[in-house]
């Protein structure tokens, strides 16, 4: 049998392909969905939307048409059409009647009932302003101050899918980009920006995070982000260059700020550089947001404590949940806010890092100078009705 070989499409099939796709495409942006998953199975080609962080059904495609369907986006997203043995991915862009035009990351990979396709839609008008990610009163304007800073490291940090990256970007816009000479390195480029120099890395090619940064810092960068510190040269090169005279962002996946702070000194560095380039640590999470047209009213049966059994919200309190209506498609949520947790690093905190005294001399600091834990900034939001307690407790 030979597997090489996608099966022979007629021309009404290909012609059905790019209908099917140019819908799934706009069903996906009318929906606010952040990826598309063409999923083979036994019975059919199941179709799901990621919107909010969570899949949800769309029904199934002929399942005639899969093949044809992958064909076509491995043609636009410059893929090998005959290879169905092996993942690939590739980036391609739609112009739908309607919408500006459409950027998409695409990716394939062989399961036992054929080719799964995964899309991801890359929408660089939806970039979200700093000022509208959700972080708090009080942290908003230290955050925006980070942005001025002339040399040092910045870390935001939280799960895959937290948008980490969204708020890099943020960060970056409210730059002087004009003024400054800002270079970043991705994993993918999701978001391109015309006053900056971004570049993406090839592995394959020996173009990784560490061999780019090194090639950066002879560019003669003020700001340089790093997508990802994914391995201790980098995070080393990193912490080095803010040290010298660059502001440098990116990212770690590690749970909260103080995890970070650990993390950055187990990675290998010596401690006193971590303490002196550390400017700042962002952990944040994604709740979605209640719908406001079918949200109901109800009151908490039992306390919700912190971590020392402190009382956050007391029994009896009146909290908003989700209930599911057309508007949001049933899921009773309709977009996302992100919740942050800030720790700028001050000088205790700076001379606990270069004794390596640990997670909980580190957390003990960082509370005495107002940081604010994930969960408690997420059962603020509960309590002004933007989101759900079974939110907030997801992913927290």
């Known amino acids: 049998m030979n597997h090489s070989r996608p099966p022979a499409s007629s021309a009404s099939e290909e012609l059905d392909a790019v209908k099917v796709l140019d819908h799934l495409v706009r069903r996906a942006v009318s929906m606010g969905a952040s990826d598309i998953h063409v999923e083979p199975k036994r019975d059919g080609i199941r179709v799901r939307y990621r919107v909010d962080g969570v899949m949800v059904a769309q029904g199934q495609i002929p399942i005639e048409i899969a093949p044809a369907l992958t064909s076509r986006v491995k043609v636009l997203a410059r893929m090998d059409m005959t290879e169905r043995r092996l993942p690939q991915d590739g980036q391609f862009s739609l112009e739908l009647y309607g919408h500006p035009l459409i950027h998409l990351r695409a990716s394939t990979f062989p399961a036992i009932h054929g080719e799964t396709l995964v899309m991801r839609v890359l929408l660089s008008h939806q970039l979200i302003p700093l000022d509208k990610l959700g972080l708090s009163e009080g942290d908003l304007p230290r955050v925006q101050g980070l942005a001025d800073r002339a040399s040092g490291l910045i870390v935001v940090c939280g799960p895959t899918g937290s948008g980490k990256t969204s708020t890099l970007y943020s960060l970056i816009k409210v730059m002087k980009t004009s003024e400054l000479s800002i270079v970043t390195l991705e994993d993918p480029i999701e978001v391109e920006f015309a006053e900056i120099t971004q570049g993406q890395t090839n592995p394959r090619q020996g173009f990784t995070f560490a061999t780019g940064l090194r090639a950066i810092l002879r560019q003669d960068p003020d700001v340089i982000m790093v997508g990802e510190m994914r391995d201790p040269e980098t995070a080393q090169i990193a912490l080095q260059a803010s040290l010298t005279g660059h502001l440098v962002l990116s990212t770690l996946h590690t749970s909260d700020a103080v995890d970070t702070v650990a993390r950055l000194v187990d990675l290998g560095a010596e401690s006193w550089i971590v303490a002196n380039a550390l400017l700042a640590v962002i952990a944040q999470r994604l709740v979605r947001r209640l719908c406001e047209e079918c949200a109901e009213t109800y009151e908490l049966e039992g306390d919700v404590t ?27 949520y309709r977009g996302r806010i992100g919740l942050f947790e800030m720790l700028e690093l001050d000088d205790d905190l700076r001379d606990l890092v270069k004794a390596r005294a640990g997670k909980r001399a580190y957390r003990e600091a960082a509370r005495r100078v107002g940081l604010v834990p994930l969960r408690e900034a997420g059962l603020t939001r509960v309590k002004e009705g933007v989101t759900s307690l079974d939110e907030v407790l997801r992913v927290t």
């Open 306 to 332: 912190g971590e020392e059994d402190e009382v956050l919200i007391e029994k009896g309190t009146e909290l908003k949940r989700a209930v599911g209506c057309q508007t949001c498609h049933l899921t009773g």
